[in-house]
């Protein structure tokens, strides 16, 4: 079974500051990586992956995010956001391998990032 | 056309109504997925369909049907719900095996009264 644990629950910032959502995740196997965003009112929308080579990936709107196996983190960071950036923030897990298990997406709690003026 | 569409996007039922939700997709995906959010809570997974066939139910109660007629719809037949049920119900869809991002729609906003 998988768990993904994310540190803050809200997060506010002022408009140009840098951020950093946390997310640590516990798994008995390897897992796919995803962060999600969802705006007020509307769907899913993914942020970027990890699914393997490079332990930091870029995502879409200047996120990136970085895999550290050894303490089992996925944090989510962008040097400068805007007021557009205010929205909730899911971390997300897909144990690899084949079989029904490799569909099921566990997510975190969420972050609620809100960027002030 | 990477998109999810879901109708209608507002409903409102009463406890003996019958209605349905609908799902569909032209990315080609062979898994569709439906899930439940309540508010400020990440979605929670009910049913996954692969190639059509149901896959996974995630002990889902019976007042929750999913029918998946092809390879780009997906319903949600709902029947003497609670108002506990009330919630944003998203589907979502992608191409099957682990390593693949699922595409989510806007999702339904359903109201039991």
């Known amino acids: 079974a998988q768990s993904v644990t994310q540190l803050d629950s809200q997060v506010p910032v002022f408009e140009e500051a840098p951020v950093e959502l946390r997310c640590n995740y516990s798994?008995?196997?390897?897992?796919?990586l995803f962060w999600y965003v969802q705006y007020p009112n509307q769907g899913l929308q993914l942020l970027l992956k990890?699914?393997?080579?490079?332990?930091l990936v870029k995502g879409i709107n200047g996120f990136e995010a970085e895999f550290n196996k050894s303490q089992t983190s996925f944090h989510l960071r962008k040097p400068s956001v805007h007021i557009s950036d205010t929205a909730e923030y899911f971390c997300?897990?897909?144990?690899?391998?084949?079989?029904?298990?490799?569909?099921?997406?566990?997510f975190g709690k969420g972050t609620l990032l809100t960027v002030n003026p | 056309d990477t998109e999810v569409t879901q109708t209608p996007k507002h409903l409102v039922m009463g406890m003996t109504n019958k209605k349905s939700l609908k799902c569909e997709q032209h990315?080609?995906?062979?898994?569709m997925y439906w899930y439940k959010q309540k508010a400020k809570k990440p979605p929670e997974l009910m049913f996954v369909y692969s190639y059509e066939k149901l896959s996974i139910n995630e002990s889902v109660p019976s007042r929750f049907s999913p029918e998946c007629p092809n390879s780009s719809l997906l319903n949600l037949h709902l029947h003497a719900l609670q108002p506990e049920d009330s919630a944003l119900y998203l589907c979502?869809?992608?191409?099957?095996?682990?390593?693949?991002?699922?595409?989510f729609g806007q999702g339904t906003r359903l109201t039991v009264v």
């Open positions: 997300a897990v897909k144990p690899r391998g084949s079989g029904g298990s490799n569909y099921k997406l566990t």
């Open positions: 979502a869809s992608s191409h099957p095996g682990g390593g693949t991002e699922a595409f």
């Open positions: 798994s008995s196997v390897s897992v796919y």
């Open positions: 990890y699914l393997s080579g490079s332990t």
């Open positions: 990315m080609g995906h062979r898994a």
